[in-house]
């Protein structure tokens, strides 16, 4: 602690498991790490009485709050990493937009970017340290309070999903409002992404200083786009992002992995293989073989249960996992759902669904 009652971004615990990190290096290890997109949500009983009253983005901005809500998975399962509690529309909200949780709609902007001439609603210089410190403030914090337990994951939405919202003003089926940009106004498009890419480089930077050991870029919305807008308007900027980071934590002598998740982006697979990430998240539609022969042993890979198969009788989720298992193999490979948990899941099945993978891992490493 500082002087003024700071918790500094040091001298934080040691870590005593780091199967997720070797993992994601292609390293060999004794079982498969897991962890769950959205494990700490609704689904459990106390973040619903964590949260219960409190506005989305207040919960956000308290790292307390933010430390509880990211430990309370870990409280009740073995996972092997833990994700830090925020929201990828912190972004929009630094660059000045008002972005508001709305009860039984989800995020919503009240005033979306409609032309090109709305970029100059948006802050053109942010200070990322005043306006997302509060992230930074919990990753550290809880840093300490993980007590070296698992890793720490920072994430950050990709550029283009974080377009889609700002102009959309919220969920979209069809996405047709932020598509029209790219196809009618695409200089602006790139002058956007652009400044959203340069927000997330210092936003990450910042998370690994605060002491993040591994990064998500959460490209949410890429199944929107073809093949072509995702050339032209997600893969630079996602490369750009990777780049980046790995260049200015080089200078500083570190080196966290940083995982992919282009959710819906197939066509894109051999191409995110090649974009200095070490770590590519993969959805449930795409078959676990045929991601490994496509990405050539290039990457690890995470995912990709079809979270409804949560849904299943645990006898039944073991035998899907045991498959899938089979399928990536148990190097390079993080077990995943290919998206986040949705609200109504039992807890005992995300339990059961730990378990397998740990259970299946071993007695294949064993075998091998």
Same mark, same amino acid.
């Given at each position: 602690?500082?002087?003024? /009652? ?5 001298? *934080? ?29 609704? %689904?459990?009983?106390? *973040? ?44 929009? #909200? ?8 709305? #009860? /039984? ?10 032309? !090109? ?16 410190? %509060? ?29 889609? %919202? ?24 790139? &002058?956007?992404?652009? &400044? ?27 199944? =929107? ?28 002598? #570190? ?42 042993? $290039? ?13 299943? !009788? $645990?006898?039944?989720?073991?035998? =899907?996992?045991?498959? &899938? ?37 071993? #007695? &294949?490493? $064993?075998?091998?």
């Amino acid at each position: 602690m500082s002087k003024d /009652g700071l918790i500094l971004p040091k001298d *934080f615990p040691q870590l005593l498991n780091d199967t997720f990190l070797r993992a994601a290096r292609g390293e060999e290890t004794e079982h498969v790490p897991v962890w769950c997109m959205r494990q700490a949500g609704r %689904y459990l009983p106390e *973040f619903r009485e964590s949260r219960a009253g409190r506005d989305f983005f207040e919960t956000c901005r308290s790292p307390e709050a933010c430390c509880e809500l990211t430990l309370q998975p870990l409280r009740r399962f073995p996972f092997d990493a833990a994700i830090i509690f925020s929201d990828i529309l912190v972004i929009p #909200q630094a660059l000045g937009m008002d972005v508001q949780m709305v #009860q /039984g709609k989800g995020p919503t902007f009240p005033e979306p970017l409609k032309e !090109p001439e709305d970029l100059q609603r948006l802050q053109a210089k942010v200070d990322v340290e005043k306006e997302l410190g %509060y992230v930074f403030r919990a990753i550290t914090l809880t840093r300490h309070k993980i007590e070296g337990k698992v890793p720490l994951i920072g994430f950050t939405g990709a550029p283009w999903t974080l377009m889609s %919202y700002m102009i959309e003003g919220g969920g979209s089926n069809t996405h047709s409002k932020a598509k029209r940009w790219l196809y009618r106004h695409p200089e602006a498009s790139h &002058m956007l992404l652009k &400044m959203l890419t340069d927000v997330i480089v210092e936003y990450l930077l910042g998370q690994v200083a605060a002491g993040a050991q591994a990064l998500q870029v959460f490209e949410s919305h890429a199944g =929107i786009l073809g093949p072509v807008e995702f050339k032209e308007f997600s893969l630079p900027y996602l490369r750009d992002i990777a780049r980046r980071v790995k260049d200015k934590l080089k200078e500083a002598g #570190q080196d966290v992995p940083m995982i992919v998740f282009a959710k819906d982006a197939h066509y894109g697979l051999e191409d995110l293989s090649q974009s200095y990430y070490e770590v590519v998240g993969l959805d449930w539609t795409i078959d676990p073989r045929s991601a490994r022969e496509r990405t050539g042993g $290039k990457v690890s890979l995470q995912g990709n249960m079809d979270p409804c198969a949560l849904y299943s !009788p $645990k006898e039944r989720i073991s035998d =899907i996992v045991k498959k &899938m298992v089979e399928g990536f193999g148990t190097r390079g490979y993080i077990a995943n759902l290919g998206h986040g948990l949705y609200p109504d899941m039992d807890p005992e099945n995300v339990g059961a669904f730990v378990e397998a993978v740990h259970q299946h891992s071993k #007695q &294949m490493n $064993k075998r091998s």
